[in-house]
């Protein structure tokens, strides 16, 4: 008995040992398994990211060639004998900030439609390149000034491009200007005075910007910017208010 009890031991030792390098096998091969979705998930993301990069660039291709093939069309002789009909670009003002010599709009090459620079605008001021963005935004204004796309909504967003393109200080105290002195009623106009200040910041004028704040603490109080500013109120006395003599 003693003797088939201890076979018995020995089986269900031999059984438990099998089954445990068994387990042991399968966590191994899981954990293999694992890594290996791990690797590919990672270079799938990449292969991702990388496609979505040339998909963009594509897109920025495509526009700029439908912009080329437009302003060709419009240059090809009509049936009647006559030349293609050339766009109306309004004379640009004396107020407005001239363009960069370089910049991506290219404008003696693609002469845009106004859509056309308003949408790819707001494309890339979608995808974050804002620089970029901002270009397109002002080539609008100053290529066809009294345009109907061009209203205090239009402003705002040129005017945060420029300002978030962190080269175009100017073009964001244009834009943010044209609310603040044609749209005295919109519903940009108290977040046009918040970025004019934060501009203002930006070129190195304190006091215009501490002005600002002081403006919003005594009359702009139950509104969101000054709930954002607020928050932040005794740093900007500290930092920013001039010392009195």
Request: proline share 3%.
């Amino acid at each position: 008995m003693k003797k088939l009890f201890g076979k018995t031991l020995l089986l269900v030792a031999v059984g438990s040992f099998s089954f445990g390098c068994d387990i042991a096998h399968r966590i191994e091969e899981r954990a293999a398994s694992i890594n290996n979705y791990e690797r590919v998930s990672l270079a799938l993301a990449k292969q991702n990211r990388e496609l979505e990069l040339e998909i963009g660039r594509l897109n920025d291709q495509i526009k700029r060639l439908e912009a080329q093939n437009h302003y060709l069309a419009a240059k090809l002789p009509s049936d009647s004998g006559q030349s293609g009909v050339e766009r109306h670009v309004a004379s640009i003002s004396a107020g407005i900030p001239r363009m960069p010599e370089q910049n991506s709009v290219e404008w003696d090459l693609y002469q845009w439609s106004p859509e056309q620079l308003y949408s790819h605008a707001q494309y890339l001021f979608k995808k974050g390149d804002f620089k970029k963005s901002a270009e397109f935004f002002h080539a609008l204004s100053v290529y066809y000034t009294d345009h109907k796309l061009i209203d205090d909504k239009f402003h705002y967003q040129a005017g945060i491009a420029a300002y978030e393109s962190g080269v175009f200080n100017d073009w964001a105290l244009f834009h943010m200007s044209e609310i603040m002195e044609n749209y005295p009623t919109s519903t940009f106009f108290r977040g046009a005075k918040l970025w004019t200040a934060l501009t203002e910041l930006n070129k190195g004028n304190d006091k215009a910007f501490f002005d600002t704040v002081e403006e919003f603490r005594e009359r702009y109080r139950n509104t969101p910017e000054w709930r954002i500013l607020s928050a932040h109120y005794q740093e900007i006395i500290h930092e920013f208010r001039p010392v009195r003599n």
